[in-house]
C-alpha cells in the first residue's frame, strides 16, 4: 500500500515569491493534515481537513497561507510572499477519521527561503 | 503547549533495552498517551498508544504508572535503526482534539 505522498522533496526560492507543496493522502483516509515543523521542534499543526472541510485551520497564518483539498482527495499549501522565517519542513499526514489514533506522515517538504 | 515533558537527549547501547520516560502530571482521564518516531529526513511514524494499562506491540512496549502521571516507552533491543527523536503526546478522544507535538527526545543508539 503506497504511503502519503508530498512533492516536491525539496523547494529552494527567493523572499516574495510565491511556492506550493502538493500531498496525495492514502487512498480511503478522510482526515488530512498539513503541519509546520521548524528546525529542532516537533511538527506544529497549520490545518486539517475532514472530506474537502478545513475544520481547523486556527493555526494557519491566513494573510500569506492558503490551503485546498479539492474534492477531498489530494491537497495544495500554498504560501505568498514567502518570508524567510517560513523556512521548515512542510509535512503532510492522513488518517481514516479524524479520532483515529495513527497519523500516517508524508516525508514532507524541506523549504528554503533564501 | 505540548502536554507533556521529556528529556532532549539519550543514548543507549545497541543490543540493549531503551527506556525513554515521559512525564504527563496534568493528563485528563479521557485522554490517551501516544508515542510517535521520527528518523531523520521522515515524517513522524506511530509506535503505540495506551489509557490506562500496559501495551505491547510489535514494536515497543507502554509501561503507564497507575495514577497516569508518567509513562515509559521501551525498546526492548534497540538497533542502530532505532536513532531517531521520540515524542510522547496526550491527546483526548473527542471530536477535534489535535496531536500537539513537543521537541522530543533524541535517542542515539551507539555500536
Known amino acids: 500500500e503506497a504511503g502519503v505522498v508530498q512533492s516536491p522533496r525539496y523547494k529552494i526560492i527567493e523572499k516574495k515569491q510565491p511556492v506550493a507543496f502538493w500531498c496525495n493522502p492514502i487512498s480511503g483516509h478522510n482526515t488530512l493534515y498539513w503541519y509546520r515543523q521548524n528546525l529542532g521542534q516537533g511538527p506544529e499543526l497549520l490545518i486539517r481537513?475532514?472530506?474537502?472541510?478545513?475544520?481547523?485551520d486556527s493555526q494557519l497564518p491566513k494573510d500569506r497561507f492558503s490551503a485546498e483539498r479539492l474534492k477531498g482527495v489530494d491537497s495544495t499549501l500554498k504560501i505568498q510572499p514567502a518570508e524567510l522565517g517560513d523556512s521548515a519542513v512542510y509535512l503532510c499526514?492522513?488518517?481514516?477519521?479524524?479520532?483515529?489514533?495513527?497519523?500516517?506522515f508524508g516525508p514532507g517538504t524541506r523549504l528554503t527561503v533564501l | 503547549d505540548a502536554k507533556t515533558t521529556q528529556p532532549p537527549s539519550m543514548d543507549c547501547a545497541e543490543g540493549r533495552a531503551a527506556n525513554l520516560p515521559c512525564n504527563h502530571s496534568?493528563?485528563?482521564?479521557?485522554?490517551?498517551v501516544y508515542w510517535y518516531r521520527q528518523i531523520h529526513s521522515q515524517g513522524p511514524q506511530y509506535i503505540i498508544h495506551?489509557?490506562?494499562n500496559n501495551e505491547t506491540n510489535e514494536m515497543a512496549s507502554l509501561i503507564i504508572t497507575e495514577d497516569r502521571k508518567s509513562s515509559t516507552l521501551i525498546l526492548p533491543h534497540a538497533t542502530l535503526r532505532d536513532t531517531a527523536v521520540y515524542y510522547c503526546i496526550v491527546r483526548a478522544s473527542n471530536y477535534g482534539q489535535n496531536f500537539v507535538f513537543g521537541p522530543g527526545t533524541r535517542l542515539s543508539v551507539l555500536p
Open positions: 499526514a492522513s488518517s481514516l477519521l479524524q479520532g483515529s489514533h495513527e497519523q500516517f
Open positions: 495506551g489509557l490506562k
Open positions: 481537513y475532514e472530506n474537502e472541510e478545513a475544520v481547523d
Open positions: 496534568t493528563i485528563s482521564g479521557n485522554e490517551y
